[in-house]
């Protein structure tokens, strides 16, 4: 046990390691030397998550040791490329970043400490229905709502600035998601006609695909928010294919989905400029338009460029001459200065905290808990695949924002949020089934009659020889 755990934490000094010759080396090419409130703050969060692993250990000690190492790691890295860009643009980001990390880590403490039983949110399901769609629609308040980018997601809390409660309202609507999904799977699994080999849903059960359909239109109209209405409406059905292991659910939800989408570019300008943008980035007037034109794209695609293979190097490329380097293209960003390789190792870290999430899917027996380790780790796979796949032209870009390495505190406490849960459930997954008592009776019933048995044939081999020698006396 000792070496595992010593294992363990050696994944954890690793990713602090990484992290701190990453700013070693970003401060010695840039400022000479590492300034006082970075070392203060990196120290504290160096502080706070062995705080946070050491509670873990404690209160969850089945639980996956993998998960908050990629987290720390994707941080450090992002936290990094925000202070280059800080730099480059004489601004205080990264600290304001650090600070968000902090407040996060201390509520994933407080949440290991208190939740031991992640099945208890199942009992406030309708409850977190509500605050999850208050949370969604609070942007549209008069006094609070504000309008940034054209998109209104943001509200505005004296003493904190901006906030996007869209991050949080993605963890209550999957509480409840979960919770709707394992009540009602049964009525839902059941199949009706089949049409081209599949097995199509009765018509009386497209009820829940239609209202979080409309729904997700609704925020796309309302708040013109195209990323959080696809995210939301994908995680439903990707939770609504889990509950019922029906392949048609995937169909519906992606034709409903597309018909919006159609519907959406044709009806508001916002949308449809994205995918023009998308179609045609290298267009002269595209590229030149104020608003709506792809001179982010390509800028950050010629940043990507030339990063190359191994990049430009920390501290040595141009990130900040995309626009929302540090925010939505700050995977550009890393692009440039880490190179292909830099990237692929990204995706590598993402790829392993996916994986540990379905694993835990797989494992836990709860039928509510894998639905909910399927849903928060889906929503962080589809996150990860729109931002990057927009920067990279593989889809149009949605607004959303990279976990763990864009500026943002919203996004950053929500998603730290969400691996702590990853990471709570995992330990019931992973905790060992304890022996019912009619297995205890029957182990110890086995043992009885083993020994009984031994007995016996030790009283036979002990009556042989007192026959053989009598037999031996009387020759």
Not at 239 to 268: E, H, K, N, P, Q
Not at 309 to 328: C, I, R, V
Request: proline fraction near 3%; hydrophobic fraction near 55%; include cysteine.
């Amino acid at each position: 046990m000792i070496a595992l755990r010593l294992r363990q934490l050696s994944l954890l000094l690793l990713s602090f390691l990484i992290c701190g010759a990453a700013f070693f080396q970003l401060f010695a090419r840039t400022t000479g030397t590492i300034p006082t409130d970075y070392a203060v703050m990196l120290g504290l969060v160096v502080a706070l998550s062995l705080i946070y692993w050491t509670l873990v250990l404690h209160f969850l000690p089945y639980a996956s040791q993998v998960i908050q190492p990629c987290v720390l790691l994707l941080t450090g890295l992002g936290t990094v490329m925000i202070a280059r860009i800080d730099y480059a643009h004489n601004t205080e980001v990264a600290i304001r970043q650090l600070t968000f990390i902090c407040i996060a880590i201390v509520l994933c403490s407080i949440l290991v400490v208190a939740m031991h039983d992640y099945r208890i949110l199942r009992r406030f399901s309708y409850v977190s229905m509500v605050v999850g769609l208050a949370l969604l629609l609070s942007p549209m308040l008069p006094v609070i709502g504000q309008n940034i980018n054209g998109a209104r997601i943001w509200i505005r809390i004296p003493g904190l600035g901006s906030l996007q409660p869209g991050e949080f309202a993605k963890l209550f609507l999957a509480f409840f998601f979960a919770a709707y999904l394992f009540d009602h799977r049964d009525q839902l699994a059941v199949g009706g006609r089949k049409v081209l080999g599949l097995q199509l849903p009765r018509i009386r059960d497209l009820g829940p695909i239609i209202i979080v359909w409309i729904a997700s239109m609704g925020v796309l109209v309302l708040q013109h928010d195209l990323g959080t209405s696809l995210m939301f409406f994908a995680m439903f059905v990707s939770m609504l294919y889990v509950a019922t292991g029906r392949a048609s659910w995937i169909v519906i939800g992606g034709i409903a989905f597309a018909v919006g989408a159609v519907a959406a570019s044709s009806i508001f300008s916002h949308v449809g400029a994205r995918i023009e943008a998308w179609l045609h980035p290298f267009s002269d007037t595209l590229y030149n338009r104020a608003v709506g034109g792809s001179y982010q794209i390509v800028t950050g695609l010629f940043g990507l460029a030339s990063g190359g293979l191994f990049g430009t190097g920390l501290g040595q490329g141009h990130p900040y001459l995309t626009p929302f380097a540090n925010s939505d293209y700050i995977y550009a960003s890393l692009g440039e200065e880490f190179g292909l390789v830099g990237c692929f190792g990204i995706l590598l870290l993402y790829i392993i905290i996916i994986a540990s999430g379905f694993i835990t899917a797989m494992k836990v027996k709860d039928g509510f808990g894998k639905l909910l380790s399927a849903g928060l780790v889906f929503t962080m796979a589809f996150q990860v695949f729109t931002v990057v796949g927009g920067i990279t032209l593989v889809i149009p870009l949605t607004g959303l924002t990279l976990p763990y390495m864009a500026a943002g505190g919203s996004s950053m406490v929500a998603n730290y949020l969400l691996a702590t849960l990853l990471i709570i459930i995992s330990n019931a997954a992973n905790k060992p089934a304890p022996e019912t008592l009619s297995e205890t009776f029957q182990h110890e019933a086995l043992a009885a009659l083993r020994d009984r048995e031994l007995k016996e044939r030790e009283a036979e081999q002990a009556s042989r020889s007192a026959r053989r020698a009598r037999g031996g006396a009387q020759s």
